[in-house]
């Protein structure tokens, strides 16, 4: 994790000081000065490289090390909240299938079609009960499981987002990606209302668009999030 997190900008920048120094020592030093005042130049020159080199190791040793340390020490924490984004979707899934009577097979989140969406959406009505109970009493209609679950993934997902400074672009891109689907933004809004509609259909392509979210950051979790100790 050490040498892979350092940015490339600034490896390059290393590498070229490193390069030329080399060239200066060993080769430009054997050529007699063409001019007067090369000699002084080059000095200059040298000394700029190593003030480069110096810089890098320098970085490595203040900087880069504790922002290393830093984030291994707060990314197990970044990865349970964000495998917990992606847990609420799973969960939101598996719900579908004792009320909706639609075949466990067609429900596997990384297979899930927008089609088997449509299909289950459509033998579910917006008032009729969710697998959701409330701690007061009642059973929440599916609306309100919509909005219950919204709300457990944003609240992971602003955990994560006050991490900022640790945080990889491409993970805060689909993590925006999931906060900002259509699903959640007319699930926060109708989640409200009691809505006369037969089924759940007006909301299965918002919903298919959600799950494709939560696969990418999935996706990326198993392959670039987890950082370990032994990185």
């Not at 490193?18 to 063409?34: G, Q, R, Y």
């Not at 799973?90 to 009577?101: D, H």
């Amino acid at each position: 994790m050490f040498w892979r997190t350092i940015p490339r900008a600034v490896n390059l920048a290393a590498f070229i000081s490193v390069l030329l120094l080399l060239l200066k020592l060993f080769i430009f030093n054997k050529i007699s000065e063409p001019v007067d005042g090369f000699h002084e130049i080059g000095l200059v020159f040298e000394a700029v490289l190593a003030s480069v080199l110096a810089s890098y190791v320098f970085y490595l040793i203040v900087v880069h090390f504790k922002e290393v340390r830093e984030k291994k020490t707060i990314y197990p924490f970044v990865t349970r909240w964000a495998n917990l984004v992606v847990q609420d979707c799973r969960t939101q899934i598996a719900g579908f299938s004792k009320f909706s009577k639609a075949d466990p097979t067609k429900l596997d989140f990384q297979t899930l079609e927008k089609q088997d969406i449509e299909a289950i959406f459509a033998r579910l009505e917006p008032n009729g009960e969710a697998p959701l109970a409330f701690w007061q009493g009642g059973q929440a209609n599916w609306l309100q499981y919509f909005e219950n679950y919204r709300v457990r993934s944003l609240g992971h997902i602003d955990k994560i987002m006050a991490q900022l400074i640790f945080l990889e672009a491409p993970l805060v891109a689909l993590l925006m990606k999931v906060q900002d689907s259509t699903h959640f933004s007319s699930i926060e809004t109708l989640s409200r209302v009691r809505l006369n509609n037969d089924n759940l259909m007006t909301f299965a392509g918002a919903f298919f668009e959600y799950v494709q979210a939560c696969r990418e950051l999935d996706g990326y979790l198993k392959t670039h999030a987890i950082h370990s100790a032994s990185d």
